[in-house]
């Protein structure tokens, strides 16, 4: 009995108690009416944190790897830089051209991907958007990864993985993307260039990251991993 239809057809075959079999019915009988209606959301608040990266497979078609890039670490530190990468390419908003339109657009999404984002490009998120609601599933890549034994920034994972940054963005960190906008705010066209083309990089390398920690987990915790 590998699957939540496995179980529900023959009930009986998992041995259980005859309370706990129809307790069980009744949950996998609603989640298998949740996921066959999109409902994310409801994995969301049903589904620990911790366990979001097992929806992944289920919500990949409808995933948003998201980054970032702010005028600071603070708390009153604004947003200047929203990266979304999805199964249609790379979209950037950015501050003074298009940020506003990123709250509508993220709806559209049931699942989200970041790297240290329950902690910081959320948080963010939602004070910049006030009223912003992010229902989603959210798998944290620097928690899942954590679990992996892989330890330290995205940049030093990425570097442990053997995946590459450009030339041109090869060693800047966060305090070089606020270095880079207030360059920008200083007419530098050519700053704002490299910060959108890090930003990018970032969120591409999320679904690298993805895929890695997917399958890993699949071993580690002894579950098939589906194709992706």
Sequence with gaps: MLSWRDFMREPGAAGLPARITGKAESAI???????????????????????????YPEFSHRVAYVDIETTGMGEHDSVTMVGVYDARGVRIYTKGEDLQDFADDIRQYGLLVTFFGSCFDLPFLRRRFLGLRLDQLHIDLCHVLRRLGLKGGLKNIERQLNIARSPETEGLGGWDAVRLWREWERGSQEALDLLKAYNREDIVNLERLMHYAYEHMCEKTGIPAQAV
């Design 29 to 55: 009988g609603a989640s298998l009416r949740h996921l066959e209606a999109g409902n994310h959301s409801y994995f969301a608040s049903a589904l620990a944190s911790r366990e979001h990266w097992r929806a």
